[in-house]
């Protein structure tokens, strides 16, 4: 069973920084390809993809309007997922998930469809104050 386990949330003002962590634990993370990544839900709004990344490989897919401000990455030693985000604006703030589908490489679609996505951590929630 996978379990996702996300931290490093918090409330900044416009132009700050954050980095938020995903621990994961029920499979080997090193050596099962697998697609991991970051999604956002603010209020009122659906679930929108932010970043998300290859476990094998590391290749990296952004949405636009998070492109230039954040980095997904990630430390196969510690089973851990990363999303450093810098020059954050008030539209970033939601909830933050943590989301990963094992034996599948990441493509383009990883970000428009979450719900290809099997596993899913909590949450933490980002506000951003003007």
């Known amino acids: 069973q996978v379990q996702l386990v996300e931290s490093g949330g918090g409330s900044v003002q416009n132009g700050g920084s954050l980095r938020l962590s995903c621990h994961a634990s029920g499979y080997t993370y090193t050596y099962t390809k697998s697609c991991m990544g970051w999604f956002r839900q603010a209020p009122g709004k659906e679930r929108a993809g932010v970043a998300v990344?290859?476990?094998?490989?590391?290749?990296?897919y952004y949405a636009d309007s998070v492109k230039g401000r954040f980095t997904i990455s990630q430390d196969n030693a510690k089973n851990t997922l990363y999303l450093q985000m810098n020059s954050l604006k008030p539209e970033d703030t939601g909830v933050y998930y943590c989301?990963?589908?094992?034996?599948?490489?990441?493509?383009?679609?990883?970000?428009?469809?979450?719900?290809?996505?099997?596993?899913w951590g909590q949450g933490t929630q980002v506000t951003v104050s003007s």
């Open positions: 989301a990963a589908r094992p034996g599948i490489d990441c493509n383009s679609a990883s970000l428009v469809w979450p719900t290809l996505f099997g596993y």
């Open positions: 990344i290859n476990t094998v490989g590391s290749l990296t």
